[in-house]
């Protein structure tokens, strides 16, 4: 099973909804990670967490909080978005961080959240 | 972080192949060579990685050069499900920068039955 599973799909949110994107995986990874991607542009980065615990944010706004509860599911919790924050988001997994060089990183196929 | 240059978009027929180029003048010893496709509506698709010699697999090649400078992927044949956005990416293996994959623009290839 190579499979990141992503739900929901698709959110639509209102700006002072409270809503959260939900990721899990059952490869034993302990490298997870969320982007970014807005329509005809690259993934962008926002966090990396390794064997449970937040290790990289890139600079991401606190209206964006994420959360690791156990080895396999990884949160994006949401709260007071602004319409520029519609986008695709996704979610990825790894191996151990100190696993040889070069390891793969499993992508799910992502949420598309629109904001209004 | 190492950045990479890739050209916009490529055109092929099916059934040819497809050769993907990729400037990478700044890598550094530690910097991996990874590519990635993102197929329409999906999330990016691991396609091959390596670090100084050739290496191949069942979805492509990759060529790397002596100098490590540029690196080029290989689809031996294409086919139109191989219509996708090709991202050219280095990945550090250091502590601070093994956590960070991160996408250029990438190149649109576009297959033309």
């Known amino acids: 099973d190579t499979e990141v599973t992503q739900t929901p799909k698709h959110l639509v949110m209102g700006m002072t909804n409270k809503k959260s994107l939900k990721c899990e995986q059952h490869?034993?990874?302990?490298?997870m990670y969320w982007y970014k991607q807005k329509a005809k542009k690259p993934p962008e980065l926002m966090f990396v967490?390794?064997?449970?615990?937040?290790?990289i944010n890139e600079s991401v706004p606190s209206r964006f909080s994420p959360e690791c509860p156990n080895s396999s599911l990884l949160n994006l919790h949401l709260h007071a978005l602004q319409p520029e924050d519609s986008a695709l988001y996704l979610c990825?997994?790894?191996?151990?961080?100190?696993?040889?060089?070069?390891?793969?990183?499993?992508f799910g196929e992502g949420s598309w959240l629109t904001v209004v | 972080d190492a950045k990479t240059t890739q050209p916009n978009s490529m055109e092929s027929n099916e059934e040819e192949p497809v050769h993907l180029p990729c400037n990478h003048s700044?890598?550094?010893?530690?910097?991996?060579i990874h590519w990635y496709r993102q197929l329409p509506s999906q999330g990016p698709e691991y396609v091959i990685h390596?670090?100084?010699s050739n290496v191949n697999n069942r979805m492509a090649s990759l060529a790397i050069a002596e100098d490590r400078k540029s690196s080029t992927l290989i689809l031996h044949r294409a086919t139109l499900r191989d219509a996708a956005v090709y991202y050219c990416?280095?990945?550090?293996?250091?502590?601070?920068?093994?956590?960070?994959?991160?996408f250029g623009a990438g190149t649109q290839v576009v297959v033309t039955p």
């Open positions: 967490y390794s064997y449970e615990k937040l290790s």
């Open positions: 390596g670090l100084t």
């Open positions: 990825a997994s790894s191996q151990r961080p100190d696993f040889p060089s070069g390891n793969t990183i499993y």
């Open positions: 490869m034993g990874h302990r490298a």
């Open positions: 990416i280095l990945r550090g293996m250091t502590t601070d920068s093994w956590g960070k994959l991160q």
């Open positions: 700044t890598i550094s010893g530690t910097d991996y």
